[in-house]
């Protein structure tokens, strides 16, 4: 993922968290190698440039987890409900750093490591902010650790 799309997925989990009232109720699960639930907040914006971002960001800590980024995506607009696989997006990533430091990944940058389905059951453009839409759906990874011999999986399962 390219610095400028790295620093708008970001603001937009950092957005999603202070807008969470306006959004679907989300809710996260971890299986695998780690095991927990989350509340997360979903936000997507349509940049006028005809991709359009969609970050999933988590609202609270998870117990065996040094850092979580359930999903930050940019797809192809139009933006309609279908569904995305990581082959379908221009970007994507979702990341989990267990307590002993492995990185667990399902990505698509320059190369596709794991996997991941993203499933948009309904979409709507909000009158405000512009830009903005207010999606439901189902978010499904299967993360694989990157730079470690291990073999296990993370399989992280987002509704919103």
């Known amino acids: 993922m390219s610095a400028r799309a790295l620093i708008l997925v970001l603001s937009l989990a950092a957005a999603a968290a202070a807008s969470a009232k306006d959004l679907a109720p989300c809710k996260g699960e971890l299986s695998g190698a780690v095991k927990g639930t989350f509340r997360c907040?979903?936000?997507?914006?349509?940049?006028?440039?005809?991709?359009?971002?969609?970050?999933?960001?988590?609202?609270?800590?998870?117990?065996?987890?040094?850092?979580?980024?359930?999903?930050?995506?940019?797809?192809?607009?139009?933006?309609?409900?279908?569904?995305?696989?990581?082959?379908?997006?221009?970007?994507?990533?979702?990341?989990?750093?267990?307590?002993?430091?492995?990185?667990?990944?399902?990505?698509?940058?320059?190369?596709?490591?794991?996997?991941?389905?993203?499933?948009?059951?309904?979409?709507?453009?909000?009158a405000q902010p512009a830009g903005a839409w207010a999606v439901r759906g189902r978010l499904e990874a299967r993360l694989k650790p990157s730079g470690s011999p291990r073999a296990d999986e993370i399989v992280l399962v987002v509704e919103f």
């Open 41 to 126: 907040a979903v936000e997507v914006r349509d940049g006028g440039d005809g991709v359009v971002t969609l970050g999933v960001t988590a609202l609270e800590p998870v117990a065996g987890v040094q850092s979580l980024a359930p999903g930050g995506f940019q797809l192809p607009g139009p933006l309609k409900a279908r569904t995305y696989t990581l082959a379908d997006v221009v970007n994507g990533r979702v990341a989990v750093i267990a307590a002993d430091g492995v990185l667990y990944s399902a990505t698509r940058t320059t190369g596709t490591r794991g996997e991941a389905t993203l499933a948009l059951r309904e979409v709507k453009r909000l």
